[in-house]
């Protein structure tokens, strides 16, 4: 799907099955920067994702030789999975922020720091870092095509947002919860400032997740308002169930909250507890954003 002059999106289903069996289909963006002569990737999906990303290119007229660069938005498995694919097929450079090396370098480590089902099954090895991005850098792309990194935590410690200047269009990663999914990230106080930078952007024609449909001009904001109204209301939540106990039990927290946020009470499972324990860091303000 093209997004604009020099934007491609493509959409990789994949399934995550809970500890309490579970089963839900998810799926994952990931974008194509078209220069003349090169292709930036951002975000490489889950493993075997290349097979859709190079039948694309051969379909709208590109070689795989061109991606020279993947900038990792962070280094989940659903975003990292083809990365080592990719780059032994073309030998292209793999940048990203310091805080998420050490996870991609070595996946073994994030698998035992971060484990999730089907860690393995999504992920097909270790990757080398050619390049470290941190907030401010300016990434040339090379034919007039620059990328403006931005350091949006909360989803992870070194989660990126993009910004192709000129063309105004920002891939945010994971940066942006969606209301009524799972909600995962690390820092939830992080996670609101992440997102008030994201607003203060101005002049943003197209917003690119990497877990929602794209947006585009004046539904960029109101995706972002909506992302923060919604940390609110999981805020509310856990602070109503913790009742004023600062360490209450994980399951049964994540277990109410759900209910409350109208989730399946049995997709409860660590990583989402960590998300909704982080709110206690702020258990003595009702708001949050």
């Known amino acids: 799907m093209q997004i604009g002059k020099k934007v491609h999106a493509l959409k990789i289903p994949f399934y995550v099955t809970s500890p309490s069996g ?29 097979e859709v990303i190079f ?24 975003h990292i999975g083809a990365t080592r694919a990719i780059k032994g097929e073309t030998g292209c450079a793999v940048a990203v922020h310091s805080s998420e090396k050490a996870w991609i370098e070595d996946v073994e480590l994030q698998a035992r ?5 089907g860690f393995h099954s999504m992920v097909g090895g270790r990757v080398a870092v050619d390049r470290v991005l941190e ?3 300016v990434v040339d792309l090379g034919c007039g095509l620059k990328i403006q990194v931005f350091h949006t935590p909360g989803h992870s410690k070194g989660s990126l947002s993009l910004l ?12 942006i919860p969606v209301a009524g999914e799972m909600p995962i990230y690390e820092d939830a106080s992080a996670s609101v400032l992440s997102l008030k930078k994201l607003r ?23 995706h972002i308002d909506a992302g923060l109204d ?13 009742g004023g ?6 399951t049964a927290l994540c277990r109410s909250v759900l209910g409350k946020l109208g989730l399946p009470q049995e997709a409860a499972n660590p990583l989402v507890e960590k998300s909704l324990l982080s709110h206690l860091k702020m258990k003595d303000h009702l708001r949050i954003v």
């Open 55 to 78: 039948d694309y290119l051969r379909r709208t007229g590109r070689r795989i030789s061109e991606i020279t660069l993947i900038i990792q938005t962070h280094s989940h498995p659903d």
């Open 245 to 250: 106990n600062p360490a209450p039990e994980p």
């Open 22 to 50: 579970l089963t839900m289909e998810r799926f994952v963006y990931i974008y194509l920067i078209y220069g003349s002569c090169e292709i930036c990737l951002i975000d490489a999906g889950v493993v075997s994702a290349e």
């Open 164 to 175: 192709l200047l000129g063309y105004m269009t920002l891939f945010s990663g994971d940066a």
């Open 113 to 117: 720091e971060r484990p999730v089902p």
């Open 200 to 222: 203060d952007i101005k002049g943003i024609n197209h917003l690119l997740s990497s877990w929602d449909e794209p947006k585009k001009e004046v539904e960029v904001y109101r």
């Open 230 to 242: 919604y940390l609110q209301r999981i805020h509310e939540a856990v602070i109503e169930f913790a």
């Open 135 to 137: 907030n401010g850098d």
